[in-house]
């Protein structure tokens, strides 16, 4: 498939999300670490799948620390939130662009999301770098500009 195909099939992706609900209110970036002194971590970083394997992962961690243990395996079809991986000139540290709804209240601020990002992620998910996130509200009537971001952005 051609990287604009894919994206526009990643468009078209969000747009049904959209439409079936889904409103993200916070838009975060976070780094995974470059394996600093490991090869066997570095080749991690450049293989799809277990960088895919990573993110499944602190999606689980994310709603885990969000909807309790087991609960938000049981929420409804519609996205809770789109996650894209984002490689730079670094190959071996890809970031993470993520747009998520609201949070129920307790978890809704951007305290609480910095300082799971930040401290809580990295220390559960070893492939996570410590005060690499950055978490900024999504305006409304911007969500468009930025699933746009997100879908061009594709590296895969």
Same mark, same amino acid.
């Given at each position: 498939m051609k990287l604009q195909q894919l994206i526009e099939a990643n468009e078209e992706?969000?747009?049904r999300?959209?439409?079936?609900? =889904?409103? /993200? #209110?916070? !838009?975060?970036? !976070?780094?995974l670490n470059d394996g600093f002194n490991s090869r066997y971590?570095?080749?991690?970083r450049i293989d799809d799948n277990e960088v895919r394997k990573d %993110? #499944? =992962?602190h999606k689980h961690t994310l709603y885990?620390?969000?909807y309790g243990q087991r609960r938000w395996a049981?929420?409804?079809?519609r996205a809770r939130s789109v996650w894209s991986i984002e490689y730079g000139r670094n190959k071996e540290r890809p970031h993470i662009n993520m747009l998520i709804e609201a949070l /129920? #209240?307790? =978890?809704d601020e951007h305290k609480r999301l910095e300082d799971f990002f930040n401290l809580t992620l990295p220390l559960r998910a070893k492939s996570v770098l410590f005060d690499s996130s950055h978490i900024q509200p999504? %305006?409304?009537?911007t969500e468009m500009k930025l699933l746009r971001y997100v879908c061009k952005e594709t590296g895969l």
């Open positions: 992706m969000l747009q999300q959209l439409q079936r609900g =889904f409103l /993200p #209110a916070w !838009y975060v970036v !976070y780094h971590q570095q080749q991690r %993110i #499944a =992962f885990q620390w969000v049981k929420l409804s079809n /129920p #209240a307790e =978890f999504v %305006i409304p009537t």
